[in-house]
T-cell receptor
Framework: GNSVTQMEGPVTLSEEAFLTINCTYTATGYPSLFWYVQYPGEGLQLLLKATKADDKGSNKGFEATYRKETTSFHLEKGSVQVSDSAVYFCALYNNDMRFGAGTRLTVKP | DTAVSQTPKYLVTQMGNDKSIKCEQNLGHDTMYWYKQDSKKFLKIMFSYNNKELIINETVPNRFSPKSPDKAHLNLHINSLELGDSAVYFC???????????????FGPGTRLTVT
């Protein structure tokens, strides 16, 4: 079946540090892949997406590349800010939607 | 305008009570969902409705009953509340799930349910 595995948190970084949150998936065929972000006290918001192999999704300085050969969709940002502190969810759609367990990121000034 | 709205935002009630959470979306989407998020932020889908028809019902106790009067609304009714029902419940919507690629969901702000 479809599933998503993402790195366990919490992740704590200093401002301007480089961020990587790993995400791998299991699915048949060609799923669409997503990163959602949940800020404190809010619902999830779509951060970026990629719908086919080698696509790169990007938004707000975050990027993730759809790697079919490694079944991965790792989230990266070159320089994090305090305002990026949130929980990040990797997700896939392949006939139904599956979310990863979430990774909490805290960025300290 | 709020795309997906839920009421109430907070709900505190006692064990054994019956309560409802309402959800409305103004995006013109065909599919709506209910998710449960536990204290560890784990997100689990409970129900999905497409054009007023139930299309997903994960292993959720039958004390939970979704009701969709029209495709813009999906309410969640919970009977005989238990301590373990305490969580944040999120409503979400998307375009027709059959469209496949580009599929994305829009979430409401959540309802924090506390059962005492």
């Amino acid at each position: 079946g479809n599933s998503v595995t993402q790195m366990e948190g919490p992740v704590t970084l200093s401002e301007e540090a480089f961020l990587t949150i790993n995400c791998t998936y299991t699915a048949t065929g060609y799923p669409s892949l997503f990163w959602y972000v949940q800020y404190p006290g809010e619902g999830l918001q779509l951060l970026l997406k990629a719908t086919k192999a080698d696509d790169k999704g990007s938004n707000k300085g975050f990027e993730a590349t759809y790697r079919k050969e490694t079944t991965s969709f790792h989230l990266e940002k070159g320089s994090v800010q305090v305002s990026d502190s949130a929980v990040y969810f990797c997700a896939l759609y392949n006939n139904d939607m599956r979310f990863g367990a979430g990774t909490r990121l805290t960025v300290k000034p | 305008d709020t795309a997906v709205s839920q009421t109430p935002k907070y709900l505190v009630t006692q064990m054994g009570n019956d309560k409802s959470i309402k959800c409305e979306q103004n995006l013109g989407h065909d599919t709506m969902y209910w998710y449960k998020q536990d204290s560890k932020k784990f997100l689990k889908i409970m129900f999905s409705y497409n054009n007023k028809e139930l299309i997903i019902n994960e292993t959720v106790p039958n004390r939970f009953s979704p009701k969709s009067p029209d495709k813009a609304h999906l309410n969640l009714h919970i009977n005989s509340l238990e301590l373990g029902d305490s969580a944040v419940y999120f409503c979400a919507s998307s375009q027709d799930r059959k469209r496949g690629w580009g599929y994305e969901q829009y979430f409401g702000p959540g309802t924090r349910l506390t059962v005492t």
